[in-house]
């Protein structure tokens, strides 16, 4: 299969934290996205990184990518309740998306 | 950013019959979209490429007789679940990228969520 692995599968922090959510991948990519899901919704477009960029910054969130370990992180500062959803990346290789299996991500108030 | 749309949101029929879901761009035409199928806490699975013009591409093991893609116009694809079954229950979700590939941002529909009792 060619999913990405993420870990950890969930994670449970204390508002104010940070939360790290790491992608691995398993092919040359174009790019790597980030989406971020609460339960039984759509998904939310959190950050593009391009196979050529090693970190983006946006707002509270910092992206990382590493092409030569085929791998991506997403951090999170400060969290917040709010922040409590699913977490997945999303690369491309030369003409579809493939996910990852994903982050369980809970802020306890 | 730009916007998709799905219908409709929520979907419940007999085994058996036929479901179909619609896949809108809404601001900027798509020749090319996505079908996903998602079981509960577990990821996206991507089923097929849906082409403007041309047959759908379907990833390995996805039945394209039971799932036919119509991608009928630049800002519509549809996805028929045919005969559905209980094993056919799932979160249904749609994206497209506006430039056309792979190269950008993808935008998804707010997903179909099919329950065939």
């Known amino acids: 299969s060619q999913q990405g692995e993420e870990d950890p599968q969930a994670l449970s922090i204390q508002e104010g934290e940070n939360a790290t959510m790491n992608c691995s991948y398993k092919t040359s990519i174009n790019n790597l996205q980030w989406y971020r899901q609460n339960s039984g919704r759509g998904l939310v477009h959190l950050n593009l990184?391009?196979?050529?960029?090693r970190e983006k910054h946006s707002g509270r969130l910092r992206v990382t990518l590493d092409t030569s370990k085929k791998s991506s992180s997403l951090l999170i500062t400060a969290s917040r309740a709010a922040d409590t959803a699913s977490y997945f990346c999303a690369y491309s290789g030369t003409y579809k998306y493939i996910f990852g299996t994903g982050t369980r991500l809970k802020v306890l108030a | 950013g730009a916007v998709v749309s799905q219908h409709p949101s929520r979907v419940i029929c007999k085994s058996g019959t036929s479901v179909k879901i619609e896949c809108r761009s809404l601001d900027f035409q798509a020749t090319t979209m996505f079908w996903y199928r998602q079981f509960p806490k577990q990821s996206l699975m991507l089923m097929a490429t849906?082409?403007?013009?041309?047959?759908?591409?379907?990833e390995q093991g996805v039945e394209k007789d039971k799932f036919l893609i119509n991608h009928a116009s630049l800002t519509l694809s549809t996805l028929t679940v045919t005969s559905a079954h209980p094993e056919d229950s799932s979160f249904y979700i749609c994206?497209?990228?506006?430039?056309?590939?792979?190269?950008?941002?993808?935008?998804f529909g707010p997903g179909t969520r099919l329950t065939v009792l």
């Open positions: 990184i391009r196979s050529n960029e």
């Open positions: 994206s497209a990228p506006p430039t056309g590939g792979v190269t950008d941002t993808q935008y």
């Open positions: 849906s082409n403007e013009g041309s047959k759908a591409t379907y």
